[in-house]
T-cell receptor, first 112, second 116 residues
Framework: GENVEQHPSTLSVQEGDSAVIKCTYS??????FPWYKQELGKGPQLIID?????GEKKDQRIAVTLNKTAKHFSLHITETQPEDSAVYFC???????????FGSGTKLNVKP | GAVVSQHPSWVICKSGTSVKIECRSL??????MFWYRQFPKQSLMLMAT?????????EQGVEKDKFLINHASLTLSTLTVTSAHPEDSSFYIC????????????FGPGTRLLVL
């Protein structure tokens, strides 16, 4: 089965700085890679996703890059704000209708 | 707005009782839904795939007689934790894939279960 590893487990940045979270996956059949933000006591919310036919995707301050050859993908948040503080999870799937395999999560703390 | 709802949002029960959690897709139909379990400060672990009109598919290590799943309609899946014990206390989250313009999976807000 798929194995998704995520680093770092915790990340502290100063407000306005950038944050980068990295994930690797093992199954070359995986072709859909979403990123979720989870606040305490709530369900995960999709913030951005990327499919394997694309190398990079950007949405305002958030971007995701994918390297299929190396089997890794990264989340980039620029100009971080205190409200970005949360736990972020990466996931991999063979398609967006199939089961997701999640990374272990990264707790992001943005200091004002 | 929310596209997947869960009910209840939290529940406290005594050991040995059964608890039912509902997952609803609000404005779309879902022939498949997924149930996850999340312990504090840990990741989401897939428990089972709920299939409308057929039996659920359980992940390895998940007791199907302990966690009963019923997908009775295209918008509703239920997870019943039978004879709950304190170790079943967890955060249970469902998800449903949605086709169309924003084709992805949407997660419910989760249900916090505390077994005393």
């Amino acid at each position: 089965g798929e194995n998704v590893e995520q680093h770092p487990s915790t990340l502290s940045v100063q407000e306005g700085d950038s944050a980068v979270i990295k994930c690797t996956y093992s199954d070359s059949a995986s072709n859909y890679f979403p990123w979720y933000k989870q606040e305490l006591g709530k369900g995960p919310q999709l913030i951005i996703d990327i499919r394997s036919n694309v190398g990079e995707k950007k949405d305002q301050r958030i971007a995701v890059t994918l390297n299929k050859t190396a089997k890794h993908f990264s989340l980039h948040i620029t100009e971080t704000q205190p409200e970005d503080s949360a736990v972020y999870f990466c996931a991999a799937s063979s398609d967006n209708f199939n089961k997701f395999y999640f990374g272990s999560g990264t707790k992001l703390n943005v200091k004002p | 707005g929310a596209v997947v709802s869960q009910h209840p949002s939290w529940v406290i029960c005594k050991s040995g009782t059964s608890v039912k959690i509902e997952c609803r897709s609000l404005d779309f139909q879902a022939t498949t839904m997924f149930w996850y379990r999340q312990f504090p400060k840990q990741s989401l672990m897939l428990m089972a795939t709920s299939n409308e009109g057929s039996k659920a598919t359980y992940e390895q290590g998940v007791e199907k007689d302990k966690f009963l799943i019923n997908h009775a309609s295209l918008t509703l899946s239920t997870l019943t934790v039978t004879s709950a014990h304190p170790e079943d206390s967890s955060f249970y989250i469902c998800s449903a894939p949605r086709a169309g313009l924003q084709e992805t999976q949407y997660f419910g807000p989760g249900t916090r279960l505390l077994v005393l």
